[in-house]
């Protein structure tokens, strides 16, 4: 099982950007999926979450901004980011509580991080 995302990059602010992350692997069902940033200094924080029955939950400081949302066709959570702010510059990183086929339990996976870059 991993998690593959894209669709970071660099920015001016007030600018856009998407960021997707799939799930791939030998998935029996997936639970959470959500999105992480760490900038430089800072520990890593919950950015957005989506849960496995609907409900989405964002930090303060980007609500209004960004919106998560998932395709569970495609085992896939994206970010749009709008409005960015240099503040917003992290690696960010997706997560997923997957339960793997021959397994019984959920374990949290995560993507190797995808570097946004607001600049002012």
């Known amino acids: 099982v991993q998690l593959q995302a894209s669709g970071g990059g660099l920015v001016q602010a007030g600018g856009s950007l998407r960021l997707s992350c799939e799930a791939s692997?030998?998935?029996?069902?997936?639970?959470?999926m959500g999105w992480y940033r760490q900038a430089p200094g800072n520990q890593r924080e919950m950015v957005a979450l989506?849960?496995?029955?609907?409900?989405?939950n964002y930090v303060d400081s980007v609500k209004g901004r960004f919106t998560i949302s998932r395709d569970n066709a495609k085992n896939t959570v994206y970010l749009q980011m709008n409005s960015l702010k240099p503040e917003d510059t992290a690696v960010y990183y997706c997560?997923?509580?997957?339960?793997?086929?021959?397994?019984?339990?959920?374990?949290?996976?995560w993507g190797k991080g995808t570097l946004v870059t607001v600049s002012s």
């Open positions: 692997g030998s998935i029996f069902s997936i639970n959470d």
């Open positions: 997560n997923a509580l997957i339960r793997p086929r021959r397994s019984d339990l959920y374990t949290a996976y």
């Open positions: 989506f849960t496995s029955n609907g409900r989405t």
